[in-house]
């Protein structure tokens, strides 16, 4: 099993290295001639998105990987129902964007323009449920490929924008071309390699719904602690604002990709150890916080140190007020990987009721720290307030509430760096 983790990581981190790649590069030169403005818009309307995303979803992605794992033989009806709940849902959530930004920006018609093209991702985003059927089968090679494949298409798109000089409504339509190609490739290679046909079930939908229902809310305050930043910068200060603040955040999680796809890997492990061995089980959780911890600190300091010429370089000389948000923001990174590893840990403890809570503190001291430092520290205060946001919620938060009091000792396990040294040498050495 631990081979295939590595394996499967090793195909995560691959693919997304070139994905990575080409988004620096690309991503580069549409900052540079959009501007800030423009590109503060293209990031306010990723937020606006972002809050329809956990309504879309209804939680299901939070428990398909741990349905399929546990009852394989029924994998087609559980993909099935869940496709069938999330993509009508993702149509209710395009019109409420359309509705929301229509009233809430009233007068501004690019601001409108972009945020409803740029919606039409949601219904392909719903399609990519599919993607934890690969993660369950520990196959996420698939998955990665087909997001590079529809990363170099975007990449093309973008660079024939560049060259031909349209305007920013075009560049709001890269995020659905993108998920549109991939969750194509994902559907197509379901069809051949799946053994069951998707079906649509009612009693299904029902039980699936009965579990997911608490990652709906959560899902939101999660989007909430990670849109508002942007959401009230643009209503406080302004498009370009947002500019600086959406690259301070972009550079802060450039390697995001890599701790996604250890946790990815990692989770059907855990979730199967769960079943056989209590000491694997919460060995394996151990391992994840460590990796996780060591490989986000030595990421944080490097950015510290060379913010400024990293934002110069991917940005340009217009972005520069953004360096000390980068150096500032980057350190929320530890504290949010700690909670997706948290997530799998309440999953296979049944302790879903306690999403709620941890998500809805965050989110209600997210919103007051935005509302209370933007106005004084502009940038540097949403920076701020995001680092503070995480760690409370992430760490404090465990210590508080007693029952998540043993995730949180699992944490400190992890962080030992003897533990980790250890369980790691024994993974490679295994393989």
């Given amino acids: 099993m631990k081979n295939k983790v590595i394996n499967n990581a090793a195909w995560i981190i691959g693919c997304r290295i070139i994905q990575s790649l080409l988004s620096l590069i690309v991503g580069m030169m549409s900052a540079r001639f959009l501007g800030p403005s423009n590109y503060g818009l293209i990031n306010y309307a990723a937020s606006i998105v972002g809050f329809a995303i956990p309504l879309m979803r209804l939680g299901l992605h939070c428990i398909l990987v741990q349905d399929i794992a546990n009852d394989e033989k029924n994998e087609g009806k559980i993909l099935g129902t869940a496709l069938g709940l999330t993509i009508p849902s993702s149509l209710i959530g395009i019109l409420g964007i359309v509705g929301f930004v229509f009233f809430a920006n009233a007068g501004e018609k690019d601001t409108l323009i972009v945020c409803s093209i740029y919606s039409l991702s949601l219904v392909f985003q719903a399609s990519e449920m599919i993607t934890y059927w690969y993660q369950a089968k520990l196959l996420s090679k698939y998955p990665s490929i087909a997001m590079v494949i529809g990363y170099i298409i975007v990449s093309a798109y973008k660079i024939f924008l560049l060259v031909t000089g349209k305007s920013v409504y075009w560049f709001a339509a890269a995020s659905a071309i993108?998920?549109?190609?991939?969750?194509?490739?994902?559907?197509?290679?379901?069809?051949?390699?799946?053994?069951?046909?998707?079906?649509?079930?009612?009693?299904?939908?029902?039980?699936?719904?009965?579990?997911?229902?608490?990652?709906?809310?959560?899902?939101?305050?999660?989007?909430?602690?990670?849109?508002?930043?942007?959401?009230?910068?643009?209503?406080?200060?302004?498009?370009?604002?947002?500019?600086?603040?959406?690259?301070?955040?972009?550079?802060?999680?450039?390697?995001?990709?890599?701790?996604?796809?250890?946790?990815?890997?990692?989770?059907?492990?855990?979730?199967?150890?769960?079943?056989?061995?209590?000491?694997?089980?919460?060995?394996?959780?151990?391992?994840?916080?460590?990796?996780?911890?060591?490989?986000?600190?030595?990421?944080?300091?490097?950015?510290?140190?060379?913010?400024?010429?990293?934002?110069?370089?991917l940005y340009g000389e217009a972005y520069l007020p953004a360096v000390l948000s980068l150096r500032t923001v980057v350190w929320f990174v530890t504290f949010s990987y700690f909670g997706s590893i948290r997530s799998i840990w309440i999953l296979a403890e049944e302790k879903h009721k306690y999403v709620i809570w941890i998500d809805c503190m965050g989110a209600v001291l997210n919103i007051l720290l935005n509302y209370l430092l933007i106005p004084i520290m502009g940038i540097i205060g949403a920076a701020v307030a995001s680092v503070i946001t995480q760690f409370f919620m992430n760490f404090v938060i465990g210590f508080l509430i007693t029952p998540l009091r043993a995730n949180n000792l699992l944490m400190l396990k992890g962080i030992n760096p003897y533990f980790t040294w250890k369980q790691v040498k024994t993974m490679l050495k295994n393989k």
């Avoid at 643009?234 to 390697?255: P, S």
């Avoid at 855990?270 to 990796?291: C, M, Q, R, T």
């Fill in 178 to 313: 993108e998920h549109l190609v991939i969750s194509a490739i994902l559907m197509f290679l379901y069809v051949v390699l799946g053994k069951n046909r998707l079906s649509f079930s009612f009693k299904t939908a029902g039980r699936m719904l009965s579990k997911s229902k608490y990652y709906i809310i959560s899902g939101m305050m999660v989007t909430v602690l990670q849109q508002t930043d942007k959401l009230m910068l643009k209503n406080l200060i302004g498009d370009t604002a947002t500019g600086y603040y959406a690259a301070a955040v972009t550079c802060a999680g450039i390697f995001g990709f890599v701790y996604a796809a250890i946790i990815d890997s990692m989770r059907p492990e855990i979730l199967k150890n769960k079943k056989n061995s209590k000491e694997k089980y919460e060995n394996s959780i151990s391992l994840a916080y460590g990796i996780i911890f060591y490989a986000s600190l030595i990421q944080c300091v490097a950015l510290c140190l060379l913010a400024k010429p990293m934002v110069y370089l």
